[in-house]
């Protein structure tokens, strides 16, 4: 079973950047699509982005697109997030999941229940 461990959250202000990383122990990532999610406080998780297990399709949250952008690197056994122009709106904890459903790779998955493995999430805070 693979356990997913997010890293890179943190402070920053308003228009910075910040990448997350979400590391895989205990199997390789390579079989999975990943997604990222957040969840703000008071909030329900909602979709971030995610990628097919090969790396070739991404799918974005339409408020994300532009300004986010995932990549995996299957070497490494990690799936990154970069986010740009953060606002205080992208404050929450995010985290990331794996997903072994194939079609996932193929189609993309947007819900939580889409997703079989989760990370404990990090949090990211966007002064303004």
């Known amino acids: 079973q693979v356990q997913l461990v997010e890293s890179g959250g943190g402070l920053v202000q308003a228009g910075g950047s910040l990448r997350l990383s979400c590391a895989a122990s205990g199997g390789t990532l390579i079989r999975y699509a990943v997604g990222w999610f957040r969840q703000a406080q008071g909030k329900e998780r909602e979709f971030v982005a995610a990628?097919?297990?090969?790396?070739?399709?991404?799918y974005s949250a339409d408020a994300m697109k532009g300004r986010f952008t995932i990549s995996r690197d299957n070497a490494k056994n990690t799936v990154y997030l970069q986010m740009n122009s953060l606002n205080p709106e992208d404050t929450a904890v995010y985290y990331c999941?794996?997903?072994?459903?194939?079609?996932?790779?193929?189609?993309?998955?947007?819900?939580?229940?889409?997703?079989?493995?989760w990370g404990q999430g990090t949090q990211v805070t966007v002064s303004s």
């Open positions: 999941a794996a997903a072994t459903n194939h079609y996932c790779s193929d189609d993309g998955c947007y819900l939580s229940y889409e997703y079989d493995y």
């Open positions: 990628i097919s297990w090969s790396g070739d399709s991404t």
